[in-house]
């Protein structure tokens, strides 16, 4: 079948994805997303399809300025590309540079094509690896800007160990440097093929892309001559998502900048340590030490954190002891460096032991931007008929705040550090 036979414009990226510069003339002009565009009659830009990103560059007119227009994005549209052209305050619609009929030049960002060829054909490999392995098919895939996924259909089977089989056969296929090719068949031929997935939705012409004696997938993108130029995949990271696996992976030169990127931290860490970095096995040890350490530390200062709360609670319960009888009850507590979950805690456990509605008032640290304030939980025990809501609202209308809560705890904080006022305005409006 012929390449272009389905599209009003040629797709150079089809016929020679390391075409980095062409030349075409402009078909027409175009708003698309808000956004200048220029539709030509043939590009090398790639539009975004197919879980990969679209490539970026120049387009400038043959004979006009040396300066090129920048193409920030690539679309498709009922099979028309636009070239989605970079506005500036300057110059707000830089489609106005171009005319109808006019030759231009574009040329692709060359590194930025590379690298989604390395992460699209890497998945290609990857996917067909797991496929080998378990069994486990690819049922979506998206490229990102630093990491890629594909999602596979198997969830617990996809073991660590398995993963790493999959991974090596896709390492395995690059370092043997398989050839990779592409051509158009219509469905009856594709239908014959040993693809792993056919969508019967596809309109011919089907692009396939064909990896020597490994895979046969349909795909529009853009791929490289050989698996060996992919240079390496690495797994770096994985999640169980409902029934099935998201697996995050880098190819290519993503892969060299992790591996350096991770090699660096573990020499820094293997430094304040004093440890040398190439016994990364001590290095786990020291790890785990640590790791079991700040548990043990964390349940220590959680026992403590309770003493606290009793002695505090118990502190509070002993000034009661000799007050008259009442059922409310307003305290002020000093308790510097305390959060309100160790005041709601504190208040809580009064209640339960008094059978009691008590009120805690609380100073709160001293901010610049923020005037003195007095932080408060209010909390009754189930034998108090209250609403706390309702005093709450009523204590606001003479001391402004802000809080809420239930029927029987609310907590927040007053605008004022006046605390002689506020013990006497709770007393009052507790007691009505």
């Not at 040629?10 to 708003?31: I, M, Q, S």
């Not at 290609?124 to 690819?138: C, G, M, N």
């Not at 502190?315 to 959060?339: H, N, W, Y």
């Not at 100073?363 to 408060?376: E, Q």
Request: glycine share 6%; with cysteine; aromatic share 6%.
């Amino acid at each position: 079948l012929e390449l272009d036979m389905a599209s009003k414009a040629v797709r150079l990226f089809w016929r020679d994805p390391y075409l980095k510069e062409f030349t075409a003339k402009v078909l027409r002009k175009a708003v698309i997303e808000k956004k200048h565009a220029l539709v030509l009659d043939q590009t090398a830009f790639y539009a975004t399809s197919g879980g990969q990103p679209n490539d970026t560059g120049v387009i400038k007119k043959l004979d006009g300025p040396a300066r090129g227009i920048p193409v920030v994005d690539v679309v498709e549209v009922k099979d028309e590309i636009y070239h989605l052209l970079g506005a500036t305050e300057q110059d707000p619609d830089p489609s106005s540079h171009f005319q109808e009929g006019d030759s231009v030049s574009g040329e692709i960002d060359w590194t930025r094509r590379v690298d989604h060829m390395q992460q699209h054909h890497g998945q290609h490999i990857l996917s067909k690896a797991f496929i080998d392995v378990a069994s486990a098919a690819t049922v979506s895939f998206h490229m990102g800007p630093d990491v890629s996924y594909i999602d596979l259909d198997k969830r617990d089977e996809l073991t660590e160990e398995v993963q790493e089989k999959a991974m090596a056969l896709a390492n395995r296929t690059i370092f043997e440097n398989r050839s990779v090719t592409s051509g158009f068949y219509s469905m009856e031929e594709a239908q014959k093929m040993p693809l792993r997935k056919l969508d019967p939705s596809l309109q011919p012409p089907i692009r396939i892309i064909q990896v020597d004696g490994y895979d046969m997938q349909a795909c529009c993108g853009t791929h490289p001559a050989s698996t060996g130029q992919v240079m390496g995949i690495a797994i770096v990271h994985y999640e169980r998502i409902k029934r099935t696996t998201r697996l995050y992976f880098v190819c290519g030169l993503r892969a060299l900048r992790r591996t350096s990127s991770l090699s660096q931290a573990v020499r820094r860490m293997a430094g304040r340590l004093m440890m040398p970095p190439l016994d990364t096995s001590a290095l786990e040890r020291v790890l785990d030490t640590t790791l079991e350490d700040n548990t043990n530390m964390r349940k220590v200062q959680a026992e403590l954190e309770k003493e606290a709360q009793k002695q505090a609670a118990r502190t509070i319960l002993d000034q009661f002891k000799d007050a008259p009888p009442s059922k409310r009850r307003v305290c002020v507590m000093e308790m510097p460096g305390r959060d309100m979950m160790f005041i709601r805690s504190v208040g809580k456990t009064v209640a339960d032991q008094s059978g009691m509605l008590v009120a805690l008032l609380v100073p709160l640290p001293v901010d610049a931007k923020v005037p003195s304030t007095v932080g408060f939980f209010i909390t009754a025990n189930a034998d108090v008929d209250v609403d706390l809501r309702a005093v709450l609202k009523a204590v606001y209308a003479e001391a402004p705040g802000k809080g809420g809560g239930e029927q029987r705890t609310v907590q927040g904080s007053f605008n004022t550090g006046d605390l002689d006022r506020l013990d006497a305005l709770l007393q009052e409006k507790l007691n009505e």
